[in-house]
């Protein structure tokens, strides 16, 4: 007699795989979770390891060797994930699927571009899942609350930046026209440049106004950069008061493999499939 759909050995293998390495509410999927961790934090301590000069002379080979085992392991599990999901290509282009990707990448790059491996630290982004691992729902609803607040700034934020690139285009171009190429205002860039760092009261001094009418100019621009370093600030602060701080679990979506969903969800939150 053929077997039902949801009993074909495929499917249950394939569910059981997306248990142990999407979910954390299981005793396996924890571990797995945690032993990730582990392997993560290993790598990139070898990774920096590698980086100083003394112990790459010594024990160069036996570093690059770990870095290589630990990028099959990132490989396979990748693969697996791939794999367990109903549809992959969702999870391969979710912010977590681009995060575990990138991950793996500069190794093989590095097969072509010698150095390239050092960019493996970035595997330090994988450590966002210690949220699901350790169950702290409260965070992911904090985490959710923030960036439905940013996503709700962007528009308030774009036009502030676009007005902040207004005013050091035309500041920069007035410090050039009063400075000139005589007292390091080579152009309209490096003056721009200038009062960027002056906005941003950054201030790292390898350009400074020399003439009076300069310096006047200077000082307008450092109180500006006090009263424009607030605003998105407050653009922020705003949407989060607005934002609504829901319960949110570390259910997994089968499909694409997203969580933070809320409680009691049914669909998931970013490609719609049932939960």
Excluded at 128 to 156: C, D, H, P, Q, T
């Amino acid at each position: 007699m053929r077997q039902p759909i949801d009993q074909h050995p495929t499917d249950a293998r394939r569910r059981r795989i997306h248990e142990i390495i999407f979910e954390a509410d299981t005793r396996a999927g924890w571990t797995f979770d945690i032993v990730l961790m582990v392997l993560i934090l290993t790598s990139i301590a070898v990774v920096m390891l590698e980086s100083v000069a003394d112990i790459r002379e010594r024990h160069g080979d036996l570093l690059r060797g770990i870095e290589w085992a630990f990028t099959v392991l990132f490989t396979l599990e990748y693969a697996l994930r791939l794999y367990s999901v109903r549809i992959p290509l969702r999870y391969a282009l979710s912010p977590l699927g681009i995060i575990d990707l990138i991950a793996i990448l500069p190794s093989y790059i590095s097969l072509l571009i010698p150095g390239a491996q050092t960019l493996l630290v970035v595997r330090v982004l994988r450590l966002l899942r210690i949220f699901r691992i350790f169950k702290l729902a409260e965070y992911l609803a904090e985490s959710s609350v923030l960036v439905s607040a940013l996503r709700a700034s962007r528009r308030k934020i774009t036009v502030f930046l676009l007005a902040v690139l207004t005013i050091v285009i035309i500041v920069g171009t007035l410090m050039y026209v009063v400075e000139g190429e005589a007292h390091g205002f080579t152009s309209i860039p490096v003056a721009v440049y200038w009062a960027v760092v002056t906005l941003t009261t950054v201030g790292y001094g390898d350009l400074s106004p020399v003439t009076p009418l300069g310096r006047a100019l200077a000082v307008v621009v450092m109180l500006m950069g006090y009263a424009i370093i607030a605003v998105p600030t407050g653009i922020v602060t705003m949407e989060l008061t607005r934002a609504r701080d829901l319960p949110v679990s570390a259910q997994a979506c089968p499909s694409c493999g997203i969580g933070g969903h809320e409680y009691g969800a049914k669909f998931c939150r970013r490609c719609g499939a049932a939960l």
